[in-house]
């Protein structure tokens, strides 16, 4: 079974690499040298953002084509959520969502392992509160300290005036309200979602948008979710002719698939890209 | 157009499912004539038929059409030159006793005249009262009645039909004999295939007795349908009277 | 009688248009319906590309993916000698689904040209093959039913399975797409893929016409009618497959109005399985039309799928008909 000859064969190489780190690594001392995850964004934060020879075990998703962005570390063990999984792994920290595999991270906590929630982002300020908690656990790794200093540089500056229409259509002719992150980065780019606080009070959250009212709304920008290039019934919306005349004139800007999953990834270079995007269109 | 119709078989065979139901049968059928065929049950007289309408491949032998090989004719050629009823024939949709008979027309794609011919044939079966009636709410004999009309209707010179007077009643037989008849005697080749041995006497000019896929017996009536030879291929004893060359009626019992 | 089929079917044909007219005038956004349509199909005018590249090529999809699901259920009716036969019922839209299925999440994208259509079709005529020779010519209702079932049910499956590996996120949720089927966000550019099959099919069937006519006397009499040969039956397989399998490589299996249809029209074209050919795909057109109509004014979180409104009207007429059946033994 190929699972249990990486645990084996995890920690004999991580000796190896302990004298080493003892010696080379400039990290504080209370800081987790053997993190495991059992949330699928945590997992690509820890994959980015930290060293990877501290990463024990992510969940199996990220091994999945659809949220792997780069090939997994050798040493690293796919878990299912399962409390017995991480135990033979002895982590010194463990890393939990808010929601899923909350049985597994009571179960381990009961059995004496230091396990951390990390609160799920569905706006800005959690966004930044996720990275902060996940800054006080993790200790000064400087990848993730960075990226929580250029999110906060870029909140600081001042939105754009005379703000650009724009609105999202994403699959299955899903678009974006106002309670949504997705909006929020498009205000704060300087851009008007034209679905967010309609009439009927409906632009809050998610809806369903027909392909006319997009049409009719006539946004300067259509904001499409994208990523995953395979063929899905789904993307027909975003594949109609009339779509074609937004990507021809370039009025089109594509939200890279991290941002549904995992916003923290991702939120500042889209907030950038955004504002790039305005910029074009507004010259 | 062809308008009439020399059929001639040499030594037809035919195998269905590895079983021989005709074996070498050779036989002629002209204008004019009217000729049953008889036989017992499973005698292949349905088999015959189907292979002279060109409905059944023969295994062996042929069917010429004036000299024609049958396999050789288009089959838009050989559907106006032989119209064909099976035995039985259910329609599929309930379709007006007019417009089932106004398919007999088919092979001869758009008529002028079709409406005065469906009624006319129509007549002929005694049948003008079924010309608006659903086919499906007729009875087996009035339906069978619209069919023979589908039959008439066309201009085939040659017409084959199996048991045509099966649930009729016996004014209808008589009268469709009659029919049938004075068809044969305008020039057409007419071959029936009837159980009522004392109609084929009374009506055909020619009888073709079948037994076991074997042609037993065949010529006119008067020669075929002798105590001996009935009494061999069927097992009962009869007795037919004759006058002026007709049946005049025939008395049957088992041996 | 005869005159007031002529005047019920010239009043279907009348309904076309009118509810051509309602299906333009439906959707969640008002248009200036007058002057969308002065200011032409190649204006940038938001209300105009709504009429003329959004809501027109669906509508005219409705129509002639009515028209081929309404012509081949009459045809598959026709050539089964069996009011029962349905092409969504017995398989013949799954095997095209099948097909599509096949080359769009595992081939080549959506874009994929004639490949779609081309595909889709040969699905279909292997389906609509596969249940003229197990159900047999004439079979008996209940065992065409059984026949269509199996086939149907193992390609439903075989749907699910594909879709269930297909390597896209949204595969297991499109298999409602598949099963339902849908006119949502389709163009022009679909519309084009089907419109020369359907063609193509409606033609071939037009073709057969006689040879259905004769079929009504069974297989013998059709072929003493002068309709023997392989080529009588082929083209008619082919047709029902060029029409329904297009249909679907485009919209999806849409149920029942194949069935509904052609048992709705048939006493006004006085029985004939030639004359319903037309007459279905008009009724088809018209009912698919209608049943779109009533999804674009759905109000509802989801598009509810047209296959659904159509399984509305269908399925109770099914059972009708099952116990009409029963009770007049003449099916």
């Given at each position: 079974m190929p699972p249990e000859d990486s645990v084996d064969r995890a920690p004999a190489r991580a000796t190896r690499w302990l004298g080493l780190l003892v010696l080379l690594a400039a990290m504080p001392v209370a800081a987790a040298e053997r993190i495991a995850s059992l949330n699928l964004c945590l997992d690509q934060l820890l994959l980015d953002w930290v060293d990877h020879r501290r990463i024990v075990s992510v969940t199996w998703l990220s091994a999945n084509e659809h949220y792997r962005r780069a090939p997994l570390p050798d040493h690293v063990t796919l878990n299912r959520g399962r409390a017995e999984e991480l135990l033979s792994l002895s982590p010194d920290l463990v890393l939990a969502g808010q929601f899923g595999a909350g049985r597994a991270a009571a179960r381990l906590q009961e059995l004496g392992m230091r396990v951390v929630i990390i609160p799920d982002a569905y706006n800005l300020a959690q966004l930044q509160e996720q990275l902060q908690a996940l800054g006080t656990e993790l200790g000064e790794s400087a990848e993730l300290l960075h990226q929580a200093r250029r999110l906060e540089r870029i909140l600081q500056q001042p939105v754009p005036g005379e703000p650009v229409s724009a609105m999202i259509l994403s699959a299955n002719n899903i678009t974006y309200g106002s309670g949504m992150l997705e909006h929020e980065l498009l205000e704060r780019a300087g851009f008007r979602n034209l679905a967010a606080g309609t009439a009927e009070g409906a632009g809050e959250q998610l809806r369903r948008v027909m392909l006319e009212e997009v049409i009719a709304a006539e946004p300067q920008l259509l904001v499409l979710y994208g990523g995953e290039q395979a063929f899905a019934l789904a993307h027909l919306a975003a594949r109609h002719p009339v779509i074609r005349r937004y990507v021809d004139s370039g009025r089109v800007f594509t939200l890279p698939a991290e941002l549904g999953f995992c916003p923290a990834l991702v939120a500042a270079d889209v907030l950038e890209a955004l504002k790039q995007k305005r910029e074009s269109l507004v010259r | 157009m062809t308008l009439s119709a020399d059929v001639t078989c040499r030594e037809l065979g035919l195998l269905r499912h590895g079983q021989r139901v005709l074996d070498d049968i050779t036989c002629a059928f002209r204008p004019g004539e009217l000729t049953a065929v008889v036989g017992p049950n499973g005698a292949g007289k349905s088999s015959l038929l189907q292979v002279l309408a060109g409905v059944l491949d023969a295994s062996g032998g042929t069917v010429s059409i004036n000299e024609q090989p049958s396999q050789s004719i288009p089959a838009a050629e050989r559907a106006r030159l032989c119209a064909f009823l099976p035995q039985s024939e259910l329609p599929s949709w309930s379709v007006s006793g007019a417009d089932l008979v106004a398919l007999g027309l088919l092979p001869w794609g758009r008529v002028p005249d079709r409406d005065e011919r469906v009624r006319t044939a129509l007549e002929r079966v005694d049948g003008k009262d079924f010309a608006q009636r659903p086919v499906t709410q007729l009875s087996g004999g009035e339906l069978r009645r619209v069919q023979l009309a589908r039959l008439l209707v066309g201009q085939a010179p040659l017409l084959i039909a199996d048991e045509p007077t099966a649930a009729l009643d016996i004014r209808h037989q008589l009268q469709l004999l009659q029919t049938l008849r004075g068809i044969a005697d305008s020039g057409k080749t007419v071959v029936l295939a009837l159980h009522d041995l004392s109609l084929a006497a009374r009506y055909c000019d020619r009888v073709l007795l079948l037994e076991g896929g074997r042609l037993r017996a065949q010529g006119t009536p008067r020669d075929v349908f002798t105590p001996a030879m009935i009494g061999e291929v069927y097992g009962v004893s009869c007795e037919f009277r004759w006058r002026d060359g007709e049946a005049e009626f025939v008395v049957f019992d088992l041996i | 009688m005869f005159d007031n089929n002529k005047i019920a079917l010239g009043l279907l044909a009348g309904a076309l248009p009118l509810a051509l007219v309602a299906a333009l005038l439906s959707g969640p956004v008002?248009?200036?319906?007058?002057?969308?349509?002065?200011?032409?199909?190649?204006?940038?005018?938001?209300?105009?590309?709504?009429?003329?590249?959004?809501?027109?090529?669906?509508?005219?999809?409705?129509?002639?993916?009515?028209?081929?699901?309404?012509?081949?259920?009459?045809?598959?009716?026709?050539?089964?000698?069996?009011?029962?036969?349905?092409?969504?019922?017995?398989?013949?839209?799954?095997?095209?689904?099948?097909?599509?299925?096949?080359?769009?999440?595992?081939?080549?994208?959506?874009?994929?040209?004639?490949?779609?259509?081309?595909?889709?079709?040969?699905?279909?005529?292997?389906?609509?093959?596969?249940?003229?020779?197990?159900?047999?010519?004439?079979?008996?209702?209940?065992?065409?039913?059984?026949?269509?079932?199996?086939?149907?049910?193992?390609?439903?499956?075989?749907?699910?399975?594909?879709?269930?590996?297909?390597?896209?996120?949204?595969?297991?949720?499109?298999?409602?797409?598949?099963?339902?089927?849908?006119?949502?966000?389709?163009?022009?550019?679909?519309?084009?893929?089907?419109?020369?099959?359907?063609?193509?099919?409606?033609?071939?069937?037009?073709?057969?016409?006689?040879?259905?006519?004769?079929?009504?006397?069974?297989?013998?009499?059709?072929?003493?009618?002068?309709?023997?040969?392989?080529?009588?039956?082929?083209?008619?397989?082919?047709?029902?497959?060029?029409?329904?399998?297009?249909?679907?490589?485009?919209?999806?299996?849409?149920?029942?109005?194949?069935?509904?249809?052609?048992?709705?029209?048939?006493?006004?074209?006085?029985?004939?399985?030639?004359?319903?050919?037309?007459?279905?795909?008009?009724?088809?057109?018209?009912?698919?039309?209608?049943?779109?109509?009533?999804?674009?004014?759905?109000?509802?979180?989801?598009?509810?799928?047209?296959?659904?409104?159509?399984?509305?009207?269908?399925?109770?007429?099914?059972?009708?008909?099952?116990?009409?059946?029963?009770?007049?033994?003449?099916?």
């Open positions: - | - | 008002n248009i200036d319906f007058a002057a969308a349509l002065q200011q032409g199909w190649r204006s940038e005018n938001s209300d105009a590309v709504i009429l003329w590249q959004l809501r027109l090529p669906r509508a005219l999809l409705a129509i002639l993916v009515g028209a081929a699901l309404g012509m081949g259920g009459a045809a598959m009716q026709g050539m089964l000698r069996n009011p029962l036969a349905e092409p969504a019922l017995l398989g013949v839209s799954s095997g095209a689904a099948l097909a599509a299925i096949l080359l769009l999440y595992y081939g080549l994208a959506w874009q994929s040209g004639w490949w779609l259509p081309l595909l889709a079709i040969g699905g279909a005529f292997i389906a609509v093959l596969s249940v003229w020779l197990l159900a047999g010519r004439g079979a008996s209702a209940s065992r065409l039913v059984l026949a269509g079932v199996a086939i149907n049910a193992f390609l439903s499956a075989l749907m699910a399975l594909a879709l269930n590996y297909a390597p896209s996120m949204f595969a297991m949720q499109e298999i409602v797409f598949w099963l339902l089927g849908s006119l949502a966000n389709r163009g022009w550019d679909q519309l084009l893929l089907a419109l020369p099959f359907i063609l193509a099919g409606g033609l071939l069937l037009f073709a057969s016409r006689n040879y259905l006519r004769a079929l009504t006397l069974g297989e013998a009499t059709a072929v003493s009618l002068g309709f023997g040969g392989r080529r009588y039956p082929l083209a008619l397989l082919l047709g029902i497959a060029a029409a329904v399998g297009a249909a679907v490589a485009v919209a999806g299996t849409i149920g029942f109005i194949g069935l509904v249809v052609p048992h709705l029209v048939r006493p006004l074209v006085r029985q004939d399985p030639a004359r319903l050919l037309w007459a279905s795909a008009l009724c088809g057109a018209l009912l698919l039309l209608m049943a779109d109509i009533f999804v674009l004014n759905f109000v509802g979180a989801q598009e509810l799928r047209i296959g659904a409104v159509t399984a509305f009207l269908g399925a109770p007429f099914f059972f009708w008909l099952i116990v009409s059946a029963r009770r007049g033994g003449a099916l």
